[in-house]
Structures are given as structure tokens and as C-alpha cells.
């Protein structure tokens, strides 16, 4: 459904008088960077004003809470998503929202925002069509260190500035419903709950969580994989055990770090002539792991097969990792090498990526590389490594 630009300027206009007929609201002016790619129908200024008005009830504490942590148990960040918050109440990236209902909010959040727009005397149909666009946006919660939560606390609430800022104007909402505006950093998110508003980025992927779930063959995380055993003693599986990143690469507004691992190869080849090499196709295998800032520095269980069938004359193999920004989606052209009768040939591969995305590493892996270091933690870039070749 589309709406109108002044039917939406119109409401956003209201929402700053809210603040100040709501509490008490200090007048220590801050300077933020506000980003040019927010839309202009719901900004993340606008979004974090909102919510900081609406007098927070315990239950509103405990659905975000709620939604962040199951989140995080599925793979993704702290975060809880517009479009749950709306759809089903309490909801976590990669639940099935299909299943939940609201009834077991007494007062969900979603309601709490809709009065508060109301109270600011804007008709229900405007009040309607801005959450609608709101509920259809990439907007959400991101709650960092949510699991320390005392069960009472309130929260900071902010948003992402953008422009790699480390601090930002933030609204403290009091026991008395007043709200005080302070200086939100790192630190203080550290300290006391601290609600961001920011962008979505990671729930169109699914993590590796989920996908070890469907796949019992993975094991669990930190746990011995299960390889598919194979008749051919000669073809051997590529795992990666862990990763382990050196740097967090956007700024802590924006939560966790994306990593996406891809691998070009050619699967299980045993091809005898050069006829044969062309009914060969190769394979990109592209995992995407979430790195929260709390795991940087330490080891990331991985466990996942790169590579299935690795066979003798696959001499080589691509391998890339960036950390996920975004933008326009282009590709790396690469090779992976393969021997047939004694020659070596290159495969043309193409590995996914995006103007934006962060390029930690990419480049060829031998099998002897492999072998030798199989196991053994290496550097690649910003990351580390260990990889298996069994």
C-alpha cells in the first residue's frame, strides 16, 4: 500500500512535540551525523523518538528482551525486527513467525505505539499508515549485551548515526516516565540496557545455526562433523572447524559483523580426458557466520564442509571472505585448477559480492597448502582460519 509524503511529514512533525508533552527531556543539545540513505518516511531519528515516548511496561521489557535473545540462539545478532514486532509480538530472527500470536502479550509493544501516535492527535488512518510503513521496513531493535539484563532495568534508547560514529544522542527513560537526553556510547551500552535503532542486515541469510539444524550431519558447534563417508578412499571433505576475527568492522551502532566464507571448486572430479572436463560443473559454497562483538578475538565454532569431495586432481580452489555491507551485487572471477592426464586447467568461477562488502581475504588454496596446514590455525586477513582437509 503507498501513502501520501505530507500525510507522513505531517505525522513525524508531531512526534518531537510528543517528547516534550510526555516528560521531562534535557535541552544539552548534541551534534549527530545523520545518514543520506535513510528513507525519508521512517528515519531512524524519528523511529528512536517514538519509542522513547511510550510509558515502557514490563511486558514491552520482556517482548524485546524475548525476541533479541531468541535471535541471538538462531545465529543473529541481538536484534528484533520491525516486521515481527508487528506480525507476531516477541518474534526472533529465523522463528517462524507463522506459529506465534500475540495473545500471550497482554499489551504488546506494537499497541503501545499506536496509542502514542494517536495521542499526538494524528487521525487513525495517518496513525495506520505510518506503522504500516514502519512494520514493511528493514528498521529494528538491536539490543547489545541483552543477555546481562537484570529483568528490570530501563533502557537507553538511540540510534545508528552512521558515518562510523561512536557516540550519539540517546533518550533515558525514567522510573517516572520522563526521558533524559545523554550521550550514548560503547561503554555505556556495556553498563545499562541501551536499545538501537538501526537497519536490518543479515536475516535474508540463513545462519549457521539454522542450517545445522536441518543438516544433523554437521554435529553441533564445537563438536567432531559427521562426514558422509564415500567408497572412494581418494576423495577427502574440506571442513572449516572455526573462525576467529581480529576487528569489529562497523561501527558498534550497527551491531555484529557478517562474515560470508565462499568456496569455488570442482566436486568430486575424476575426469580422464579433456571431453570429460567439460560435463563438469563447479560448485560456490557460501556460508554466512555472524560475529558479535562480545566474540571478536575468540575462536568461532564452525564445523561445515566446504568442500564434499575433494579428489586428487582438484590441485586448487578459490576462496574469498568479506564482511557483508551491501550495494551492488557484482562478482570475483577466479579459477580453481584441475589435472587431467598430467595438465593443469583452469575453471572459471565467479564468486558473489557486493560493491559495498568488506573484502577480508580472497585468493587460491592448494591442496598441498592444505594439507599441510590442515588443522592448524592461519591467517587470512583480519580472520583465522582452521581448515581440515580429511
Request: with cysteine; charged share 25%; glycine share 8%.
Amino acid at each position: 500500500m503507498r501513502y501520501s509524503g505530507s500525510i507522513f511529514a505531517g505525522l513525524l512533525a508531531l512526534v518531537p512535540a510528543l517528547l516534550t508533552g510526555c516528560g521531562k527531556l534535557d535541552d544539552t543539545d548534541v551534534e549527530v551525523p545523520v545518514s543520506e540513505e535513510m528513507p525519508a518516511f521512517v528515519s531512524l531519528p524519528e523511529v528512536a523518538r517514538l519509542l522513547s515516548a511510550v510509558p515502557l511496561e514490563a511486558e514491552h521489557l520482556e517482548e524485546v528482551h524475548r525476541a533479541a535473545m531468541a535471535s541471538a540462539g538462531n545465529g543473529y545478532d541481538e536484534e528484533y525486527r520491525m516486521k515481527d514486532l508487528f506480525a507476531a509480538p516477541g518474534t526472533g530472527v529465523g522463528e517462524d513467525a507463522s506459529t506465534k500470536a500475540a495473545d500471550g502479550w497482554r499489551h504488546p509493544l506494537r499497541d503501545a505505539l499506536r496509542e502514542v501516535l494517536l495521542g499526538t492527535k494524528a487521525s487513525d488512518g495517518e496513525a495506520s499508515a505510518w506503522l504500516d510503513s514502519l512494520a514493511l521496513s528493514d528498521v529494528q531493535i538491536y539490543w547489545p549485551s541483552s543477555d546481562e539484563w537484570d529483568g528490570s532495568s530501563l533502557p537507553v534508547i538511540t540510534y545508528d548515526p552512521g558515518e562510523g560514529a561512536t557516540q550519539n544522542e540517546g533518550y533515558a527513560v525514567q522510573p517516572d516516565g520522563s526521558v533524559k537526553k545523554v550521550l550514548v556510547d560503547e561503554q555505556m551500552s556495556l553498563e545499562r540496557p541501551v536499545w538501537v535503532v538501526n537497519r536490518n542486515s543479515d536475516a535474508e541469510y540463513k545462519s549457521l545455526e539454522l542450517r545445522r539444524r536441518e543438516d544433523p550431519s554437521w554435529g553441533t558447534g564445537g563438536g567432531d562433523i559427521l562426514v558422509k563417508s564415500t567408497q572412494d578412499p581418494e576423495l577427502k571433505s574440506l571442513v572449516l572447524r572455526s573462525l576467529k576475527t581480529k576487528r569489529q568492522y562497523d561501527s558498534w551502532f550497527a551491531g555484529a559483523s557478517e562474515f560470508f566464507v565462499k568456496i569455488g571448486a570442482i566436486e568430486n572430479f575424476v575426469a580422464s580426458t579433456e571431453a570429460e572436463l567439460r560435463l563438469y560443473d563447479p560448485t560456490i559454497t557460501d556460508f554466512m557466520i555472524v560475529v558479535r562483538r562480545k566474540q571478536v578475538g575468540q575462536e568461532v565454532p564452525f564445523n561445515a564442509v566446504l568442500v564434499s569431495e575433494w579428489s586428487q586432481q582438484l590441485t586448487s580452489c578459490a576462496l574469498m571472505i568479506v564482511e557483508d555491507d551491501g550495494g551492488t551485487r557484482n562478482t570475483w572471477k577466479c579459477n580453481a585448477v584441475v589435472k587431467v592426464e598430467s595438465k593443469s586447467y583452469g575453471v572459471e568461477l565467479e564468486l558473489p559480492l557486493y560493491s559495498r562488502d568488506d573484502i577480508v581475504w580472497r585468493g587460491s588454496l592448494s591442496r598441498r597448502y592444505l594439507e599441510k596446514y590442515s588443522s592448524q590455525s592461519r591467517s587470512y586477513g583480519d580472520v583465522d582460519l582452521v581448515m581440515e582437509l580429511m
